[in-house]
């Protein structure tokens, strides 16, 4: 099995390049339902429907253009790529509407910038 570094990550809203990112997170949910009958010893479940968020973390950068298309309210296609956008390497794509976006300043640090998303009709896994 082989380990991968952040150090490779891209994140794309369309086809512009977010710039200056820090990181990123996918979660993926399933909601379920409990079946258990009464005889049973242990419980059961039956799955129900999924969802998606993301988040993605920036260095703050007024003149990068994708940073700024991302305000809140803003439906967009963000595409996530852990490993890079090589060839053969591994990437996340789904329609997400901007839920909030933050800005964070220190005195004695760079000024972040984080934006969530609400994925609608969930995550594709892809390969580039």
């Known amino acids: 099995m082989a380990t991968k570094v952040g150090t490779s990550g891209v994140v794309k809203i369309g086809s512009t390049a ?5 990181g990123f997170t996918i979660d993926e949910t399933n909601d379920t339902v409990e079946d258990t009958q009464l005889t049973d010893s242990k ?4 799955v129900l429907r999924g969802d998606a968020t993301a988040t993605v973390e920036c260095h703050f950068d007024e003149t990068d253009s994708g940073q700024e298309a991302l305000d ?3 439906q967009a296609t963000l595409e996530l790529y852990p490993e890079g956008a090589d060839s053969g390497d591994k990437y996340y794509s789904g329609s997400g509407i901007v839920t909030s976006a933050s800005i964070g300043v220190t005195m004695d640090g760079v000024i972040s910038r984080t934006f969530n998303f609400q994925i609608s009709g969930g995550i594709s896994h892809l390969t580039v």
């Open 43 to 46: 419980k059961s479940y039956l």
């Open 72 to 74: 809140v309210g803003t």
């Open 18 to 22: 977010v710039g200056e990112v820090t």
